[in-house]
C-alpha cells in the first residue's frame, strides 16, 4: 500500500496571509493526488487535485506542487480567510488500488 | 444540491446491537466507497464497490459488511459493535477506478456512537 503522510499537524496563520500545507508519499507508483478540506462534523470536500504527469496546478486561490523526486506535495492557500479553517488532508491513488490512502490531517487555523 | 447522501448523521446503537448505515447517491457512478474515520485521525478505506463486484480491504475486520442492493444504495453493515467501533463513517462515490484517476466524492458522514 502507499503511506502518505503530513509534515505539521497544525498550522496558524494570519487572515490575509498565504498558507502552504506539506505532505510526503512513500510510494512511487502512486499517480493522482488529491487535496480535501474538511470542517468540524462534515465530510471532506474536494479542493483540487493533481495526476503525476503534472508538477503544478492552480485553482482558485489554490495552488498544488508536485515534486515526484522527493515525493512531496504541498497546497498553497493565498490570501487566507476564516473559511479556510479547517483540517486539510491530502490523499493518493495508484499502483493498481482503488481507494484513497489519506494523510494524517493539517489542521489549518486562521487567526483574525 | 446532495450528490451523496448519508442517513442517519447520527446513530446510536448498544452495545453488540446490529446497525446498518446507508448511503445513496445521484451521480450515477460505478464506485461506491465506504470510510471509517476516528476522531483526529484521517479516513481510512474499509471497502468498495465497482458496480456490484465488492473489494474488501485486507484488514476490515469482518464485522463490517457491505450491500449495495443497485447503483444508487450503499449499505454499510455492523454486525456487532463494539466501542471501539465508535466514528465518524463517510460514504465516497467515483465514476470509475481500476487504475483510473478520479476524483471521490465524499458525503457528510454518519456519526456513530456505541453505548
Known amino acids: 500500500g502507499e503511506n502518505v503522510g503530513l509534515h505539521l499537524p497544525t498550522l496558524s496563520v494570519q487572515e490575509g496571509d498565504n498558507s502552504i500545507i506539506n505532505c510526503a508519499y512513500s510510494?512511487?507508483?502512486?499517480?493522482?493526488f488529491i487535496w480535501y478540506k474538511q470542517e468540524s462534523g462534515k465530510g471532506p470536500q474536494f479542493i483540487i487535485d493533481?495526476?503525476?504527469?503534472?508538477d503544478k496546478r492552480q485553482g482558485q486561490r489554490v495552488t498544488v506542487l508536485l515534486n515526484k523526486t522527493v515525493k512531496h506535495l504541498s497546497l498553497q492557500i493565498a490570501a487566507t480567510q476564516p473559511g479556510d479553517s479547517a483540517v486539510y488532508f491530502c490523499?493518493?491513488?495508484?499502483?493498481?488500488?482503488?481507494?484513497?490512502?489519506f494523510g494524517k490531517g493539517t489542521h489549518l487555523i486562521i487567526q483574525p | 444540491d446532495a450528490m451523496v447522501i448519508q442517513n442517519p448523521r447520527y446513530q446510536v446503537t448498544q452495545f453488540g446491537k446490529p446497525v446498518t448505515l446507508s448511503c445513496s447517491q445521484t451521480?450515477?457512478?460505478?464506485?461506491m466507497y465506504w470510510y471509517q474515520q476516528k476522531s483526529s485521525q484521517a479516513p481510512k478505506l474499509l471497502f468498495h464497490?465497482?458496480?456490484?463486484?465488492?473489494?474488501n480491504e485486507a484488514d476490515t475486520p469482518d464485522n463490517f459488511q457491505s450491500r449495495r442492493p443497485n447503483t444508487s444504495f450503499c449499505f454499510l453493515d455492523i454486525r456487532s459493535p463494539g466501542l471501539g467501533d465508535a466514528a465518524m463513517y463517510l460514504c465516497?462515490?467515483?465514476?470509475?477506478?481500476?487504475?483510473?484517476?478520479?476524483?471521490?466524492?465524499f458525503g457528510p458522514g454518519t456519526r456513530l456512537l456505541v453505548l
Open positions: 465516497a462515490t467515483s465514476r470509475n477506478s481500476r487504475g483510473l484517476q478520479e476524483t471521490q466524492y
Open positions: 510510494n512511487s507508483a502512486s499517480d493522482y
Open positions: 493533481i495526476r503525476s504527469n503534472m
Open positions: 490523499a493518493g491513488s495508484g499502483g493498481g488500488a482503488d481507494g484513497l490512502t
Open positions: 451521480l450515477n457512478h460505478n464506485v
Open positions: 464497490y465497482y458496480d456490484k463486484d465488492f473489494n
